[in-house]
């Protein structure tokens, strides 16, 4: 069985530009959440999505943005690029919202 | 908020022994779940252990168990016998439903950087 996978593994942007991450969850779960990790940091929560429906958004500007689509797959998008917005982004899924969810390996974006 | 707490940035364990990670948090509600999962160097977040804390019986997985203090807001995490394949940082979680809709998000706390010496 295919676990999670994020697309691409690394990224590197510059400031002002856009980008987008992609996100395959474990076949079968319907909840897809992404994450922000800052190095040295643990995640932040910044969308949940349940059967292609937004049901949860951290505390992210809106540059921020997310949808899923009918396969259950997922992308992130983030407009507007800041420096701080380097990190590691983790997606992860669960067939049902409690139990633990399943991260990806995540995917590296660094911003210059 | 939900705040979680690890007060031990990094621990160290010699191979085969016992070690404990400690973890804290803060909430008003009554339920909820607890999670530690580990992160090695490859990033990948991987669920080590699950607590309901309706139950009052701790989790267990193999070499893995938490000692669960509802009432002390405490959710720690022993590893015995442990192996160098446990070097990684552990991040304790807190997830609830959020808002009285199906939002559940993960609160993580900092992390504990673990390191197991041959």
């Known amino acids: 069985d295919a676990g999670v996978t994020q697309s691409p593994t690394h990224l590197i942007k510059t400031r002002g530009q856009h980008v987008t991450l992609r996100c395959s969850p474990i076949s079968g779960h319907k909840s897809v959440s992404w994450y922000q990790q800052v190095l040295g940091q643990g995640p932040q929560f910044i969308f949940q999505y349940y059967e292609k429906e937004e049901r949860g958004r951290g505390n992210f500007p809106d540059r921020f943005s997310a949808r899923q689509f009918p396969n259950y797959s997922s992308e992130l998008n983030v407009n507007a690029l800041l420096l701080g917005d380097s990190a590691l982004y983790l997606c992860?899924?669960?067939?049902?919202?409690?139990?633990?969810?399943?991260f990806g390996s995540g995917t590296r974006l660094t911003v210059v | 908020a939900q705040t979680v707490t690890q007060s031990q940035p990094e621990m160290s364990v010699q191979e085969a022994e016992t070690v404990t990670l400690s973890c804290t948090y803060d909430t008003s509600e009554n339920n909820y779940y607890l999670f530690w999962y580990k992160q090695p160097p490859s990033r990948q977040m991987i669920l080590v252990i699950r607590?309901?804390?309706?139950?009052?019986q701790n989790a267990t997985e193999n070499r893995f168990s938490v000692n669960f203090q509802k009432a002390a807001k405490s959710f720690s995490l022993k590893i015995s016998d442990s192996q160098l394949g446990d070097t990684a940082m552990y991040f304790c979680a807190f997830m609830k439903r959020e808002g009285g809709g199906s939002n559940y998000k993960l609160t993580f706390g900092k992390g504990t950087l673990l390191t197991v010496n041959p």
């Open positions: 607590q309901e804390a309706y139950k009052q």
């Open positions: 992860a899924s669960s067939p049902i919202r409690t139990d633990g969810y399943t």
